[in-house]
């Protein structure tokens, strides 16, 4: 199957990085299937693709530059209730250079790092709204999430540069770290977006869908993006 990148960029200041530096928000390009993108050419298509902006770039005001190495391996014992839950729909993912863990769609296209947008990125074949990505941003040493502002605060920041609207911006803790999850939706994307920082990287997991398939894909993606661990 032939693909072409339906790269669009904007960056536009927001506030000043918590972590030093402006931050700012960038466009994700969506790699979709030509078939795709041809019945998806037009202003909406503009408007899903300016959906997909990352998280951490966003939230740390800073551009990460990196190549991610890493594979399917067994499901470790964070995974294991996720796991079973979506059972055999996916498998794990370890990034050892990038440090960190993430159950993954089977089947799924595969896309390689690109500078300051992705560290790694799946796609669905069929419906390439779906996608999943995962971005590393270094950051100060001693810094948490909760240095980016509150989540209200963040998921503020994020529907505005999305142009979608924030249905939630809640926080949790687990083994001593603290997660961001923020949910956004618009007319044609829903997406979820968790940030956590761990020594001294923040971590951005980007998950997504059609607004209309949302109801239907949301048990997969939601438990995608939970099963991130920012450690190996």
């Known amino acids: 199957m ?3 990148a339906a790269t669009s960029f904007r960056v536009s200041p927001l506030t000043r990085g918590a972590f030093g530096g402006d931050a700012v928000c960038t466009t994700v390009p969506t790699v979709a299937p030509v078939a795709a ?14 959906a997909l902006a990352s998280g951490a770039a966003v939230a740390a005001g800073l551009i990460a530059s990196a190549s991610t190495t890493g594979g399917p391996v067994l499901v470790p014992s964070a995974h294991a209730a996720t796991a079973v839950n979506l059972g055999s729909s996916v498998e794990v993912y370890k990034d050892l250079n990038k440090g960190f863990t993430i159950l993954r769609p089977q089947g799924w296209n595969q896309f390689e790092a690109t500078a300051g947008q ?4 799946w ?3 069929i419906q390439p709204l779906e996608i999943i990505t995962v971005l590393t941003t270094p950051v100060g040493k001693g810094k948490t999430v909760a240095d980016i502002g509150t989540p209200d605060a963040v998921g503020t920041k994020l529907a505005k540069s ?4 924030l249905v939630s911006a809640v926080s949790k803790e687990e083994e001593g770290l603290t997660y961001y999850t923020v949910e956004l939706k618009s007319a044609s994307v829903h997406q979820l977006t968790t940030l956590v920082v761990n020594k001294s990287k923040l971590y951005s997991v980007n998950v997504s869908s059609a607004e209309g398939k949302w109801s239907k894909r ?11 661990k920012p450690s190996l």
């Open 118 to 121: 992705y560290d790694i990125k």
């Open 2 to 4: 032939a693909f072409v």
């Open 123 to 125: 796609q669905d074949l």
């Open 162 to 165: 999305r142009r979608a609207e």
């Open 37 to 50: 993108v041809s019945m998806a050419a037009g202003s909406d298509d503009v408007t899903r693709r300016t």
């Open 218 to 228: 949301e048990k997969l993606l939601r438990g995608v993006a939970e099963s991130f």
